[in-house]
């Protein structure tokens, strides 16, 4: 695949505990320049959002140049002849994760997540929540046949993180890299 012209990544946000990864993800993004960041959330996604931010999801398109409703399915990231650099879902939900696991395309999260599958393009899913039962734990494998990068949002300690930004940071790095988006955001392991 060759890199697109427009440099574009797509974030969505779907209905799990963990919104501040999308928060600091967008952030970063935005700070990096020379990308195109799209943007797409689910219903549980704003749900949740109202419970872990200070402000609203809202506040969180300001950082993403171009922002699509969910039931868009006709928007330009549920096409694969829109070329982006890649999809991180952050946080990914268990339902989310199923339905990109099965080929689910009922929203346009899904259907941008199943179109990175089948145009070889990165897919990183990064799942909060904990304990996982085995549905949860075979759509992860499923997953991860099919071509995604499962995350799971479980921050590194032998940086020192003093703060809970330090700790969203080590997940964000870990984002980017797999997406190839070289920002320096949390400090490397040194060996």
Known sequence: MTAPSIRRV?????GASGIPYAKDLLATLRRAGG??????ATDGARRVASG???G????????????HPN???????A???FPTLGMAVVPCSATTLSKVAYGVCDNLLTRAA?????ERRPLVLVPREAPLPLPTLEAMVKAAQAGAT???ASPGFYTRPKTIDDLLGFVTQRVLDLLGISVDRSPRWKG
């Open 114 to 118: 199943y179109v990175h599958l089948k």
């Open 71 to 77: 039931r868009d399915v006709g928007a330009s990231i």
């Open 56 to 67: 609203t999801l809202e506040e969180l398109t300001e950082l993403a140049d171009v922002v």
């Open 150 to 152: 499962i995350l799971p």
């Open 10 to 14: 797509v974030v969505g946000i779907s």
């Open 79 to 81: 096409s694969g002849s």
């Open 52 to 54: 872990e931010l200070d």
């Open 35 to 40: 990308l195109e960041v799209h943007l797409v």
